[in-house]
Structure formats: structure tokens, C-alpha cells
């Protein structure tokens, strides 16, 4: 499992090097984060819902039913937008508020 930045949808907040627990995201001399080694990410998505931009993407590995399937979030206000979009381009949403995503 990895991550991609797509550097046009990127503003360069370091929003998502911030919260990377492995150090793995910089921000580059063109202001656009970006991933040492793929290889090392951990998985963990901490960038994926840190960045307001959806600039990126989580691709899911086979063992948890990915198969190609990419994974994005997209936040307004304080709601996040989480979808998966599989190899056939099919998507499901779900929605969170993040106010409340920590209730228990």
C-alpha cells in the first residue's frame, strides 16, 4: 500500500508532512509535497485526511479487497468525504462529519 500526491491539486500547505509519524513526506523546491520511497509508507493515511485539497491518493492492496482500488478523501468544512474507487471506476462515498469521529 501507497500513496500518490498529485502535485497539480497540491498548494503546498505541508499540511500532510506534518502529519506523516514516519517522516516520509517533503516539500520540494517547487512548493509541492512529495514521498521519499514509496515503499516506506506505513499505511497509516494520516496525510490522506490531513490534506484539504485532495491532492492524495491511498491505493489499497489486494489483501483488503483493493485490486487496484484508489482511496480519497476530500474535506468541506468539517465534513470528510471519503471515497473508494475501484479498477471499473465504481465509487462509494461515505461521509464524515469529523466533529464527531471521535465520539465515543
Known sequence: MSIRIDAENCAGCGRCVEACPGNL??????????????????????????CPFGAIQYYLGADIGGRG??????????????????????????????????RY
Open 25 to 50: 513526506l517533503k516539500v520540494g523546491v517547487d512548493g509541492k509535497a512529495f514521498i521519499r520511497q514509496e515503499r516506506d509508507c506505513w499505511g497509516c493515511a494520516s496525510c490522506l485526511k490531513e
Open 69 to 102: 482500488a484508489v482511496l480519497s478523501v476530500k474535506k468541506e468544512k468539517s465534513v470528510l468525504c471519503w471515497q473508494v474507487t475501484d479498477a471499473h471506476q465504481n465509487c462509494q462515498e461515505i461521509l464524515v462529519d469529523s466533529r464527531e469521529a471521535n
